[in-house]
């Protein structure tokens, strides 16, 4: 092979492994991120909350500087609830140590029965760090509200009492306390990780 | 040679800046921007059921707020409305509905029979257009602090309110307020912003998605 003809194949394959290194490494890069849900650009903050825990009084502006994931549930609920809060512990397991950085809160949609002990048992056996939030009805109706989820009694068997349907979605807000995303009820624990790194940073 | 190989990998890089700037410039797409998340709310319509911003999730919702006794002072708001639910056609949603729902803040006097003959007079279709009001406090929360519409009662029954119409998509988030009578009409903007709506909609699974997301991006804003 001439000089030439060397020089040639050096190049194309220097070419090749350069592109194989921009596909895997460059590319996702500069691939926007396709979020799980609708993002929002608001320009306010979240809705002010205030509402109590069982260790005490719960702003949203206790969680800045963390990406604060709130959904509205209740202990007494039958599925919805449940398998949204083992997602989302399923997500915490999936960002590792990044998981420092978030905050999973519900909040109770059922203030009657729901107090904020029985909703720290309820929402740490699905993750240590979760917490549970309840105020009055007229507090939690408002926020609720504002938080655009709604919920209403339906009757349940003899054997639960009454039931509660709400709005499933799970709302995050980002670091600097503003709502970004709502995702829905069937979003996957890998989407709503991935979500919730993009809002880390 | 060396210029050669350069001037090769600057000029892709180039043209996908151009390419950039050409979208932030032109803005072949236009998109509704999304504003913030629209209330839940829990209210009686004027056949007495139940109607919920889960109900209605899915579809594009126009929201107005006003109180069958309004008289003059509603006309305009109305007479847009209906010019609106008229003009459905010239916009394509694809499968998406679009509703029209008039919140009346006089929970007192605007009963089911009160709404129903109202609507029936403004001639709003009772399968696109529902009327509907609740329980004070939840009505202060889903119109004023929600939807951030202004309204207060007048020592006489009357309301003194701002006339405003607000778009909310399938997602339930705002992307549309219309606070202030410009000399544009309210129904062309309307009609426009929801044909803008309609077309990002049907183009929100694939590739075309990307397009938009870009132009959010790069705030192509009517």
Same mark, same amino acid.
């Not at chain 2, 004023?144 to 951030?148: L, R």
């Not at chain 2, 699974?205 to 075309?208: L, Q, R, V």
């Given at each position: 092979m001439s000089i030439v003809g060397k020089r040639v194949a050096i190049g194309v394959a220097v070419a090749v492994i350069g592109v194989l290194i921009a596909w895997y490494f460059v590319l996702p890069r500069f691939r926007p991120h396709i979020f799980g849900g609708a993002v929002i650009q608001s320009t306010q903050k979240a809705p002010r909350l205030e509402l109590v825990s069982a260790d005490g009084t719960v702003r949203m502006t206790d969680f800045e500087g963390k990406v604060v994931v709130v959904y509205f549930g209740y202990t007494f609920c039958p599925d919805v609830c449940p398998a949204t809060l083992n997602k989302l512990a399923k997500s915490l397991a999936l960002l590792g $140590?990044?998981?420092? $950085?978030v905050q999973v809160m519900m909040v109770s949609v059922d203030p009657d029965r729901d107090t904020p002990e029985l909703l720290k048992d309820y929402v740490t056996h699905f993750h240590p760090d979760f917490i549970g939030v309840t105020g009055d009805e007229a507090t939690v109706n408002r926020v609720a509200t504002l938080y655009g989820v709604v919920y209403e009694r339906a009757e349940g068997s003899v054997g639960t009492g009454y039931t509660i349907d709400h709005t499933s979605t799970v709302i995050l807000v980002d670091r600097e306390g503003y709502l970004k995303l709502v995702l829905p009820f069937e979003g996957s624990a890998e989407q709503i990780a991935a979500d919730i790194d993009y809002f880390i940073g | 040679m060396r210029r050669k190989i350069i001037l090769r990998s600057v000029i892709p890089v180039a043209l996908i800046i151009l390419a950039a700037i050409g979208f932030a410039v032109f803005e072949p797409i236009q998109v509704l921007p999304r504003i913030r998340l629209a209330p839940g709310y829990l209210l009686i319509n004027q056949a007495a059921e139940t109607i919920t911003s889960e109900d209605v999730r899915g579809d594009i919702v126009v929201y107005n707020f006003g109180y069958s006794g309004c008289g003059d002072a509603c006309a305009s708001m109305n007479d847009t409305m209906r010019e609106i639910q008229g003009r459905l056609? +010239?916009?394509?949603? *694809?499968d998406t509905d679009v509703r029209f729902v008039t919140v009346s803040f006089d929970s007192d006097t605007d009963t089911p029979p009160v709404l129903a003959e109202y609507a029936a007079g403004l001639g709003a279709d009772p399968e696109l257009w529902s009327f509907a009001t609740g329980d004070p406090v939840h009505l202060q929360n889903v119109v004023?602090? *929600?939807? +951030?519409a202004y309204y207060e009662k007048r020592d006489d029954g009357t309301f003194t309110f701002d006339p405003v119409f607000i778009l909310v998509d399938g997602w339930g988030v705002i992307r549309g307020e219309y606070r202030y009578q410009t000399s544009a009409s309210d129904s062309d903007k309307i009609v426009h912003h929801l044909d803008i709506l309609g077309e990002e909609i049907r183009n929100s699974? *694939?590739?075309?998605s990307l397009a938009y997301e870009a132009a959010h991006f790069f705030l192509c804003y009517p």
């Open positions: $140590d990044r998981a420092e $950085d | 056609d +010239e916009v394509d949603v *694809g004023k602090a *929600g939807f +951030e699974h *694939g590739a075309a």
